[in-house]
């Protein structure tokens, strides 16, 4: 298996653009979270998918963000409109067991509003 | 509030110098506690779970070690390539689908 994939690597977008980020979880595997890194509040939980449903988006910081998993094999997480602030490092991670035992990362897409 | 606090932020060390990474937590009936290992550019990389005070697990040049408030992870005579930014991650029991991240340490091993 190839791993978590996440499209696109780098975005650099002006305020006020959507944007969209998109994630293929490792085939077989039934969860799959959204994270957000930065140097000050280090990687946060955005929100999971359990068998495509959303169970938690309480870490979501505002309507901004969205999230979908309309398949096991694909999930995108949208900002619209985009801020500054937005400005970090996005990760999908995708395990196989409720507990989130061994949680395997993609390599993030770093997103930049200007 | 759940806190997970890591120490130092960051860490040089000698190829060959042994050292010890602090990962301290507040939350109340821990059900598990993670090391991961990032790599700059990629995302982070699963090394250990630790569920019970007093559990060691090892790999390589590392030791990870757990009590009832703070974990360790021991790196014996490092090399350059153990060189990385090291997550800690606690899995509070009230919701075990979750994990609270530290905001790590970065480790530099030089030759």
């Known amino acids: 298996d190839a791993g978590v994939i996440q499209s696109p690597r780098h975005e650099v977008t002006e305020m006020g653009q959507e944007v969209t980020l998109r994630c293929k979880p490792i085939?077989?595997?039934?969860?799959l979270f959204w994270y957000r890194q930065t140097m000050m509040r280090g990687l946060e939980l955005l929100i999971y998918f359990n068998n495509n449903v959303p169970i938690d988006d309480s870490g979501m910081p505002e309507d901004r963000f969205s999230a979908k998993m309309p398949n096991a094999s694909f999930s995108t997480l949208k900002i619209q409109p985009s801020e500054p602030r937005d400005s970090a490092v996005y990760f999908c991670?995708?395990?196989?067991?409720?507990?989130?035992?061994?949680?395997?990362f993609g390599q993030g897409t770093r997103l930049t509003v200007v | 509030e759940d806190q997970v606090t890591q120490s130092p932020e960051a860490l040089r060390l000698q190829e060959g110098e042994s050292s010890s990474l602090n990962c301290s937590y507040t939350?109340?009936?821990?059900?598990?506690l993670f090391w991961y290992r990032q790599d700059p550019g990629k995302g982070p990389e699963f090394l250990f779970t630790l569920y019970s005070a007093g559990e060691e697990k090892e790999k390589e040049r590392l030791k990870a070690t757990l009590t009832k408030k703070e974990s360790f992870l021991h790196i014996t005579a490092p090399k350059p390539e153990d060189s990385a930014t090291y997550l800690c991650?606690?899995?509070?029991?009230?919701?075990?689908?979750?994990?609270?991240f530290g905001t790590g340490t970065r480790l530099q091993v030089f030759p």
């Open positions: 085939s077989g595997h039934d969860y």
């Open positions: 991670a995708s395990s196989r067991y409720r507990e989130n035992t061994e949680a395997f």
């Open positions: 939350v109340s009936g821990l059900r598990g």
């Open positions: 991650a606690v899995q509070p029991p009230y919701n075990t689908d979750k994990l609270i």
